[in-house]
């Protein structure tokens, strides 16, 4: 099954500013996350178990650094140490390690081959 587009993220310069623009133009509803330093961002109706309409895609910004200094596309894998071996041999480079994300799973970051930043995401089993 090919790997799926779960998740994105996009950096800001100021958190007020940006929530601002994405709520305006395109209706996001922008949560906060006391203490994490992020926003999580829902792009169609969403639950306590998340999205409840199929096929939107939610995600989050946060404060521009590395290695999230553009928008990133997260994708769902079953185990990420594993992909980011993959990832190396065939010419990508890790950018980090794994981080965990809560009780909720695992998140990291690469770059494929054409310099684009992508992230990773494992559910906690």
């Given at each position: 099954m090919p790997t799926r587009v779960v998740?994105?993220?996009v950096p800001f310069d100021d958190?007020?500013?940006a929530g601002a623009f994405y709520r305006d133009v395109f209706d996001w509803?922008?949560?906060s996350m006391p203490?994490?330093?992020y926003h999580l961002v829902a792009t169609g109706p969403v639950g306590e178990q998340g999205p409840t309409e199929a096929g939107y895609i939610g995600g989050g910004m946060l404060q521009r650094q590395e290695p999230v200094t553009v928008p990133v596309i997260t994708l769902d894998v079953p185990?990420?140490?594993t992909c980011?071996?993959?990832v190396e041999k065939h010419g990508g480079t890790r950018l980090g390690e794994k981080m965990p994300v809560g009780d909720m799973g695992f998140a990291a970051y690469f770059k494929d081959t054409e310099?684009?930043?992508m992230g990773l995401w494992q559910t906690a089993s």
């Open positions: 998740h994105f993220e958190a007020d500013r509803q922008i949560q203490g994490m330093g185990d990420i140490d980011l071996v993959e310099g684009n930043v």
